[in-house]
């Protein structure tokens, strides 16, 4: 039997994801994703990661968002605060020593010409 998840409450998704259904996270995302995009044009900068990575830090904020929901607030104001403290960490784990020679590492499109063997 086919479930229709357009017409199931957040609070019931986020019950089938912990259940470990993966098209009821499938809906929550494509429910989400306009937050996801929104908290992610909050960061910029050169030390920030490239939006698409924190677009995928988004998406386990909200997946983490569905698997902690107990139904005491609106599940997107959890989820907005779960995928906002998702980007913080990726922000600040960017900036750590050990990703510092990364973050400043030139593509080779901008390295100018490199020698030719």
């Given at each position: 039997m086919s479930q229709d998840y357009g017409s199931l409450s957040d609070s019931r998704l986020t019950e089938l994801v912990r259940g470990g259904d993966p098209q009821a996270f499938v809906e929550l995302s494509s429910r989400y994703i306009g937050l996801l995009r929104n908290k992610a044009a909050l960061f910029s900068g050169p030390s920030v990661p490239e939006p698409d990575d924190l677009l995928q830090e988004g998406f386990l904020?909200?997946?983490?968002?569905?698997l902690g929901y107990i139904g005491t607030s609106s599940f997107g104001t959890y989820a907005g605060a779960c995928v906002y403290n998702q980007m913080v960490t990726a922000v600040r784990s960017s900036n750590t020593a050990g990703n510092r020679a990364?973050?400043?590492a030139l593509p080779l499109t901008e390295a100018g010409d490199l020698p030719q063997r």
């Open positions: 904020g909200l997946y983490a968002a569905a990364l973050n400043q």
